[in-house]
């Protein structure tokens, strides 16, 4: 059955190689990417994004980290400001000036994760999704942490979500939305409910469903087969996905599906 609204991309050739020719060469136009996350028992998944963000070609790539990791951090991510860190080791509420500092600086901001399970920390992300109007792209625990704002989440223009397929079914019932997800369900019926949900919410929806990626935004869907789930859930791809976005600002799913294929 053909869907006026589903495209499917190759492993091997774009469906948008505009976007890869819009690529700006110099880096002065290239964006700023400002990543947040981290907490005392880890920073893997920024460390990552931070050097995906820059081998793609990213002008400039600044972290927000909390300040108990200052002893910690590599010298290749040369980039770093500091917020307080509380009691649980990650971001303090009093983290929010360096949090709007680094919006104010950015041309997009990533919600990398690796983000501690700390309410205050959440209280902190989600007054910052709440503030914040940029290109937003949030992803592994990250989402997990603002799940109590999910309808704000949605409700959102100019977000992109990078999520596991558990993390869509609980996005789903926390906004009462009436289409039940299963892991045994035909990539078709998958694509018809994003195709759906996208239509009623602003947000954009990237997630892996058993080999194929799938990309919803507007209504419209783009599927790529994909066998690299480490990659998502290390934070490369939504690191490369927040990268392109920056490129094609008003193109969510034509940048991240392009974004796949680098």
């Known amino acids: 059955m053909d869907f006026d609204y589903w495209q499917k991309q190759s492993s091997d050739t774009p469906l948008f190689p505009d976007i890869e020719w819009n690529k700006p060469e110099q880096r002065s136009l290239a964006g700023k990417l400002g990543i947040i996350g981290?907490?005392?028992?880890?920073?893997?998944?920024?460390?990552?994004?931070?050097?995906?963000?820059?081998?793609?070609?990213?002008?400039?790539?600044?972290v927000l980290l909390p300040d108990v990791l200052k002893k910690t951090i590599p010298a290749s991510m040369s980039d770093v400001i500091f917020?307080?860190?509380n009691p649980s080791g990650s971001l303090a509420k009093e983290a929010e000036a360096e949090a709007h500092t680094l919006a104010n600086w950015a041309s997009g901001i990533l919600l990398i994760g690796d983000a501690g399970r700390s309410s205050e920390?959440?209280?902190l992300y989600e007054q910052f999704i709440n503030q914040y109007?940029?290109?937003?792209?949030?992803t592994?625990?990250?989402i997990d942490l603002v799940k109590n704002s999910s309808q704000a989440l949605v409700n959102r223009p100019n977000t992109l979500l990078v999520i596991s397929f558990a993390q869509l079914q609980k996005l789903f019932q926390a906004v009462y939305y009436p289409k039940v997800l299963t892991f045994s369900m035909q990539l078709t019926n998958l694509v018809e409910a994003l195709h759906k949900f996208t239509i009623t919410y602003p947000?954009?929806?990237?997630?892996?469903?058993?080999?194929?990626?799938?990309?919803?935004?507007?209504?419209?869907?783009?599927?790529?087969?994909?066998?690299?789930?480490?990659?998502?859930?290390?934070?490369?791809?939504?690191a490369s996905i927040a990268s392109y976005w920056l490129w094609s600002p008003g193109k969510p799913l034509e940048s991240s599906a392009t974004s796949l294929l680098k």
């Open 83 to 85: 917020g307080a860190t």
């Open 140 to 142: 592994r625990d990250a």
């Open 38 to 62: 981290g907490n005392k028992l880890g920073f893997a998944g920024v460390a990552e994004a931070y050097s995906v963000a820059l081998g793609n070609g990213v002008g400039q790539v600044r």
């Open 203 to 238: 947000v954009t929806i990237a997630v892996l469903h058993r080999e194929t990626f799938v990309i919803a935004s507007e209504g419209k869907v783009v599927t790529t087969p994909w066998e690299s789930p480490m990659l998502i859930w290390r934070g490369s791809t939504a």
């Open 133 to 138: 109007e940029g290109p937003l792209t949030i």
């Open 121 to 123: 920390t959440a209280i």
